[in-house]
């Protein structure tokens, strides 16, 4: 007969094995093909950082980054029909036409590091989810909340960039409405292997005006209302999509860069 203690000490290590496993698959390791300090390493391109935003500048955007909206047109936006994007672009930047649908790239991203600056209406109308909302949606299926969270209170998973119905911000870093406010993110989509099983969940890092809110927080699932819907299959890339909740929020300066892990 085997020992009981046996059996729950086998089953104690398949579980810090998959979780190990779980681990390594989001973590990067010293690559080993490599001697510590080793002059024949190669060695990272060389780019030209980018410039901070003022309240009346956009910056730059690091050389090796896609520019999304560097302030002229739509050109890299569209519709969920593919029609060409419908939102107003003036003076830099472009602004939500309510009811005009969301709008989403026309290429698709995955694991990426993506900036957005935005600015809730001035003088701020409405109150709680009814006052300046937008999203970013990752991937068209993770959303950083948008939101007048300036004096505005509602519920802590859906104030300015929660990850909607799943985390609260750290804090709550919002500037008055009217003013440009910056969300740098790095994202790494989920993962499904031939047979659409999960393989990794979805992780999100968010800084909101420069300060982290978002500390590589690992998704449920899609976002949703009420909801926390499971993951589904999905390709490794999908277009990046600005809800339309009837606010005319605007939004400028957006550049992405795509990430790639070893071996990807
Ligand atoms: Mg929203």
């Not at 969270?149 to 409405?177: C, E, F, H």
């Not at 299959?233 to 300066?253: F, K, M």
Request: glycine share 10%; charged share 20%.
């Amino acid at each position: 007969m085997r020992h009981p203690k046996f059996c729950v000490g086998r089953l104690l290590a398949v579980a810090v094995a998959v979780a190990g496993i779980a681990a390594a698959a989001l973590a990067v390791q010293v690559d080993t093909r490599w001697k510590i300090h080793d002059t024949n390493r190669p060695r990272p391109p060389i780019i030209t950082p980018g410039t901070g935003s003022t309240q009346d500048q956009p910056g730059k955007p690091p050389s090796d980054a896609t520019v999304l909206f560097g302030g002229e047109d739509l050109s890299k936006w569209q519709t969920a029909a593919g029609q060409p994007a419908k939102w107003k672009v003036e003076n830099g930047y472009f602004e939500v036409v309510a009811k005009s649908g969301p709008i989403q790239t026309r290429d698709g991203f995955g694991d990426c590091q993506l900036h957005v600056e935005w600015a809730a209406p001035d003088p701020p109308r409405g109150e709680d989810q009814d006052r300046g909302n937008s999203g970013v949606y990752l991937m068209g299926l993770y959303e950083v909340q948008v939101l007048d969270s300036y004096q505005n209170i509602t519920y802590a998973d859906g104030q300015a960039s929660a990850v909607y119905g799943q985390y609260p911000p750290l804090v709550n870093a919002s500037r008055p409405p009217g003013q440009w406010q910056t969300y740098d993110i790095v994202f790494h989509g989920p993962r499904f292997d031939k047979d659409g099983k999960l393989l990794r969940p979805a992780h999100v890092t968010v800084l909101d005006n420069g300060v982290l809110v978002q500390d590589n927080v690992e998704l449920t699932g899609p976002t949703a209302h009420k909801a926390r819907p499971p993951y589904k299959a999905h390709p490794e890339r999908l277009p990046l999509s600005l809800q339309d909740h009837d606010h005319p929020i605007r939004y400028r300066n957006i550049w992405i860069r795509e990430l790639a892990g070893p071996g990807e």
